[in-house]
C-alpha cells in the first residue's frame, strides 16, 4: 500500500510544500536521489522514460534530464546542487527548459522514522505567477506517481 503525498500550494503565495512518508530507510531514499541510474526508475510519471545527461551530486554540481512519453514529447529540466547532506537532505535549484529562467530553489529534507522515512520538498518560486505556472502544469500527478515509483523500486 502506498502512503499519501500531500502538496500544499497557498493561494497568493510563492512556496509549495511536498510531504511524503516513503517506507524506507534515509539510506536507501538517498540512494534514490542520489544514484542517477535509481533516480531514473522513479523521477516523473508512469510511462515516461527519464534520461539522465548530468548528474554530479555534491555541492556545486550540475544534474540535467529529459524525459519524454508515448506522445513523442520531450521535457527537459536542469538546475544545480547547493548542498548536500546524506542524513539531512539537499538544497537545489530547478528550472524547466519550456520556461528558461524562472528557477525554483528547493530544499528536499529526510526525517529518521525507523524503518520509513519522511521527505519534505520545499520549493520557493521568483513570483506567485511562476508558482501558480507550475501547479498548473500538472506537477501533482507526476510527483504522485513518481513517490509511487520510488516505494516500488526501494521494495525490491
Known amino acids: ?6 502538496i500544499t500550494a497557498n493561494p497568493g503565495e510563492q512556496v509549495i510544500d511536498i510531504e511524503r512518508v ?3 530507510p534515509i539510506a536507501d531514499v538517498y540512494r534514490a536521489y542520489s544514484e542517477p541510474d535509481l533516480l531514473a526508475q522513479w523521477i516523473g510519471p508512469r510511462g515516461y522514460v527519464t534520461d539522465i545527461l548530468k548528474f554530479d551530486f555534491r555541492a556545486g554540481g550540475e544534474w540535467a534530464f529529459e524525459q519524454g512519453g508515448d506522445d513523442g514529447e520531450r521535457y527537459a529540466f536542469r538546475g544545480s546542487f547547493h548542498s548536500v547532506d546524506p542524513q539531512k537532505g539537499f538544497v537545489q535549484t530547478f528550472e524547466y527548459a519550456g520556461a528558461p ?5 528547493e530544499r528536499v529534507s529526510f526525517e529518521d522514522l525507523g524503518d520509513s522515512t519522511m521527505v519534505r ?7 506567485v505567477e511562476d508558482r501558480d505556472a507550475m501547479v498548473a502544469s500538472g506537477m501533482e500527478h507526476g510527483v504522485v506517481e513518481g513517490y509511487e515509483r520510488m516505494d516500488e523500486l526501494l521494495a525490491k
Open 121 to 127: 520538498g520545499h520549493s520557493v518560486y521568483q513570483s
Open 22 to 24: 516513503i517506507a524506507a
Open 1 to 6: 500500500m502506498s502512503n499519501a503525498t500531500t
Open 101 to 105: 529562467g524562472h528557477v525554483s530553489l
